[in-house]
Every structure is written in structure tokens, then in C-alpha cells.
């Protein structure tokens, strides 16, 4: 089953990512409209942009480029904001009257260059944008291709493409709890079922993060997030105009080898499929352990078995 879908990304509007798995889910004839930023925005985090105007522009160029299907629905704009600026203008009404023919059932932020592991979801714009999206109320996920080394997205859409698959057996309609309506009151079962884990899932307290190996042999693993630390990550230098200055970035990464985490699965060539709460612990809608725990049970073909 095709579903609407809303699209974004840190990477900007230009990113290949982006596009080539727009131009995938088009194929397949998924309506989907992009709100991306207009530039680069990685590691941002959930910032926003306030008090100051973002500019708003539909790119027809980049839509004839990647549109495959010509019956299927395709829309691409870009705002000059982060990717939280993007989702709250795509879905709090901003789109609303550019778009009406198009209304998302489901976020997806990526694909992204380079992984979202372990603290990486702190960071990450691409994450961000998703868990900006479940917050309110629109089930969400957020995809990677965790390597620099190249910008080969064929795995990455595939194995994108395989988890949507399986999600149509969910998100089966509009969300219901789309702008949160009622507020913290709509909460739901709190037990171990897998129509409990779905419930927490659709009605956005509960989104997925996908980390997909350069070299992926079609395996999947449903994993908790893993241990990973930078080191030596700042550089003094010398600036002439500024005179000292710093830089931010990790001389050297580390991931410990910790089984059953995103992490290891990556590590080990499968594509990490992780369960992550939207809100804060200690928040009214915070995802209770018991059911943090349920939501990492794996499925025979390595999804989660509430699938």
C-alpha cells in the first residue's frame, strides 16, 4: 500500500539523498512533498529558527528531475531554516494551503551522508527532524548511510524502502493523533504487546532510527543504541583576523564493540533499526522502560516483531 509522505533532511534540498530516494518512493507511487532546508544544516540538533524570516521557494526543477510517476503526487520546496524550522512549517499549517492535495501520514528525514549512532541522535539534524515530527503526532523516521566514504544510496533507499514496506501494515491511514489534539491525556497501554508498542508508535511517542552499513547484505537487526566517543575533538588555531579560534571535530571516533547495539550491527554489515523515545523520560508522555525494552524485540527477519 502507497501512503502520503512528508520528506526532509540536514543535508539540505540539494543532497542526493534526499532526492534519489524521493525519486524512489515517487516510483512507487508514495504522494510525497520535501520541505528540506535550503542549505546545509548538519549537527544542528532540534534548533529553531525565531524572530527572524525564513525564506520560502518551490524548486519545480529539482520535481521534474526526480519525478518518475507522473500520477503519483510530487511537491519539493526549501526553507532557509534548520530541520526542525522545516517539519513545524510542513506540518503546523505552513503547507496547508500550497499543498492541499498532499497530507503526510508519515515523516521520513534522510537519507543522510555519514552515521546517526549512539550519541549521534543528540546531534543530528536528521534526527532531529524526525523526532520533531513524531512530537507532533506524525509517525517518523530517520534514515543514514553510515559511511563518508562515498555517495552510493542504492542500499540505503532498498533497505528504506523494505522498512516502509513493512510499516504499510501500519500506518493505514491518517494519524490520528496529528497536532496532538488531546494533548498528554492520549496516552497509550503501557505493556509489552506489539499493539501496544504500535499504538506508542503511531501516535508519534515512539519513532525509528535506520543506519545503513556502505557494504549491506539485506540483514537487518531491531537494536538499542550503542556506546560511541570522540576524541580529541577540538583544534586551537591560529586565526589572523580572530586570532585564536576552534574548531570542532574528532580527530578519532570510537565504537565499542558492545553486542546488540547500532553500533555492532553496523559494524557487522547489517542495517540498525533502532527504537527511540520523542520525549524525555520524565515527561507525562515519556516512553515507560517496559515498553522501551518490548520495542527492541526482534523479529525473525531482524525488524522489530511489532511490526
Excluded at 28 to 46: C, D, F, K, N, Y
Aim: hydrophobic share 40%; glycine share 8%; aromatic share 6%.
Amino acid at each position: 500500500m502507497t501512503f502520503p509522505l512528508l520528506l526532509t533532511n540536514d543535508d539540505g534540498i540539494h543532497s542526493l539523498g534526499l532526492q534519489e530516494l524521493a525519486s524512489s518512493l515517487n516510483e512507487r507511487g508514495h504522494p510525497v512533498v520535501i520541505l528540506a532546508p535550503l542549505t546545509e544544516q548538519s549537527a544542528v540538533g532540534m534548533k529553531l529558527t525565531l524572530r527572524d524570516d525564513m525564506a520560502f521557494q518551490e524548486h519545480t526543477d529539482i520535481a521534474d528531475k526526480i519525478r518518475v510517476n507522473e500520477a503519483a503526487p510530487l511537491r519539493v520546496f526549501s526553507l532557509d531554516g534548520s530541520p526542525c524550522d522545516c517539519v513545524i512549517v510542513a506540518i503546523d499549517g505552513g503547507l496547508r494551503a500550497w499543498v492541499p492535495e498532499i497530507e503526510p501520514w508519515m515523516c521520513i528525514s534522510g537519507i543522510n551522508r555519514g552515521p546517526n549512532l549512539s550519541v549521534d541522535v543528540l546531534h543530528s539534524g536528521t534526527v532531529s527532524a524526525a523526532r520533531e515530527a513524531a512530537l507532533y503526532g506524525l509517525p517518523s523516521l530517520s534514515v543514514s548511510l553510515a559511511t563518508y566514504s562515498n555517495e552510493d544510496y542504492s542500499d540505503s533507499i532498498g533497505a528504506t524502502l523494505d522498512v516502509i514496506d513493512r510499516l504499510s501494515r501500519l500506518v493505514s491511514k491518517k494519524p490520528e493523533n496529528l497536532l496532538r489534539p488531546q494533548g498528554s491525556k492520549k496516552v497509550p497501554p503501557v505493556d509489552s504487546a506489539p499493539d501496544s508498542i504500535r499504538s506508542w508508535f503511531l501516535q508519534g511517542n515512539l519513532f525509528l532510527n535506520l543506519n545503513v552499513p556502505e557494504a549491506w547484505g539485506g540483514a537487518f537487526q531491531t537494536v538499542p543504541l550503542g556506546a560511541r566517543w570522540y576524541h580529541n575533538a577540538t583544534d586551537m588555531l591560529q586565526n589572523g583576523s580572530m586570532g585564536v579560534a576552534f574548531e570542532v571535530g574528532a580527530a578519532r571516533i570510537e565504537d565499542e564493540d558492545l553486542e546488540m547495539t547500532d553500533c555492532n550491527a553496523v559494524i557487522n554489515g547489517k542495517a540498525a533499526l533502532t527504537p527511540l523515545a520523542s520525549w524525555p523520560q520524565n515527561h507525562p508522555l515519556g516512553v515507560p522502560q517496559s515498553v522501551m525494552e518490548a520495542s527492541n524485540k526482534m523479529g525473525e527477519d531482524g525488524m522489530p516483531d511489532w511490526f
